[in-house]
């Protein structure tokens, strides 16, 4: 989680969505850095987007790149032990447009999980 973490904070921006009893909530926003602490990764930063996160039982991260509505998106899907998604991020825009540079970490983010996982 914590390597994964990093990585997302090299992005210029994100879209952070946290899908909570099916309602979404999304931050659009740079990525800080966090630190465990007290059972947490706690999150606080200057974009505004503070969390707590229960880090130890996210037990999957799965990079998503699929078609929809017409344009390819990407996504950094975060699991629980339960199976369930807990939250996930997306490479941020400007426009409709992911940036390139955000989009190029993405694709190396991928490359070296699947190469880590072979």
């Known amino acids: ?5 990093k990585g997302l904070c090299s992005w210029e921006k994100a879209s952070v969505v946290f899908n909570h009893f099916g309602h979404l909530l999304q931050f659009k926003c740079r990525i800080s ?3 465990p ?3 947490y990764y706690h999150i606080a930063g200057e974009s505004g987007f503070t969390a707590h996160i229960k880090s130890d ?3 999957h ?5 699929m078609p929809f ?3 390819e998106v990407h996504s950094i899907q975060f699991f629980n032990n339960e199976g369930k998604a807990v939250f ?5 825009k400007n426009g409709k447009e992911v940036i390139p540079s955000v989009l190029e970490s993405f694709m190396s983010m991928r490359r070296d999980a699947v190469l880590k996982a072979a």
């Open 37 to 39: 602490s007290r059972g």
């Open 69 to 71: 509505m017409g344009n």
């Open 57 to 59: 039982e996210i037990s």
């Open 61 to 65: 991260i799965c990079y998503l790149s």
């Open 1 to 5: 989680f914590e390597e994964v973490w």
């Open 33 to 35: 850095e966090g630190m």
């Open 88 to 92: 996930s991020i997306f490479p941020g």
